[in-house]
């Protein structure tokens, strides 16, 4: 059963940048889209962007100037920075799996990782 | 981006009712619609996916329908473990959450 893991720092000040790897086991990491996903405390869930083992990634296009994605596929991790933090980037960060072959939701989540934005 | 918008934000109901959540879309997505579970501090739980598919291990309680712009979440008869938050996303282009249904404890 695939198992995905968050990790990173949970405080970064504001103006820097927010640094996040998932860690994927137990599955492919080739037949999926790796998301990132992120939630204010008492807040709706939001799709920051995706990435493909290729390299090849997508962005949601208000927070395309800020975001990037990689993946290392030697050691089955995508990586998430986000730069120019303010508090409104606090919030919990996912990592989750979409289906490449067709439009699809997304199947398995890690547990989330909270991020502070403060100073 | 295609717009979710769930309703109502919250249901207050008693275990073993029937409940039906609502999501309407900006913009047709076809059947790309799926149904999320959220409990307090777990992440969230894919429910129902093409508009009407369960899940993997998702109770027959749980069904999903609808197409195009307008979905429902139907809920049988509800149980202790059902309150909780529940999401729609469209997957038709990119992905966009709705708001979100509480679902509480009358």
């Known amino acids: 059963q695939v198992q995905l893991q968050e990790s990173g720092p949970g405080l970064v000040k504001p103006s820097e940048t927010l640094s996040l790897t998932c860690t994927v086991s137990?599955?492919?990491?080739?037949?999926?889209?790796w998301s990132w996903i992120r939630q204010p405390a008492g807040k709706g869930l939001e799709w920051i962007g995706r990435?493909?083992?290729?390299?090849?990634?997508n962005y949601k296009s208000s927070l395309e100037s800020r975001v990037s994605m990689s993946v290392d596929t030697s050691k089955n991790q995508v990586s998430l920075r986000l730069t120019s933090v303010t508090a409104a980037d606090t919030a919990v960060y996912y990592c989750?799996?979409?289906?490449?072959?067709?439009?699809?939701?997304?199947?398995?989540w890690g547990q989330g990782t909270l991020v502070t934005v403060s100073s | 981006e295609v717009v979710m918008t769930q309703s109502p934000a919250t249901l207050s109901v008693s275990p073993g009712e029937r409940v039906s959540l609502s999501c309407r879309a900006s913009?047709?997505?076809?059947?790309?619609l799926a149904w999320y579970q959220q409990k307090p501090g777990q992440a969230p739980r894919l429910l129902i996916y093409?508009?009407?598919t369960r899940a993997t291990g998702i109770p027959a309680r749980f069904s999903g329908s609808g197409s195009g712009t307008e979905f429902a979440l139907t809920i049988s008869s509800l149980q202790s473990e059902d309150f909780a938050v529940y999401y729609c996303q469209q997957y038709n282009n990119w992905w966009t959450f709705g708001q979100g249904t509480k679902v509480e404890i009358k």
């Open positions: 093409d508009a009407s």
């Open positions: 990435i493909y083992t290729s390299g090849t990634s």
């Open positions: 137990g599955g492919s990491f080739t037949d999926y889209y």
């Open positions: 989750a799996r979409a289906d490449i072959l067709r439009a699809s939701p997304f199947d398995s």
């Open positions: 913009q047709s997505v076809s059947s790309n």
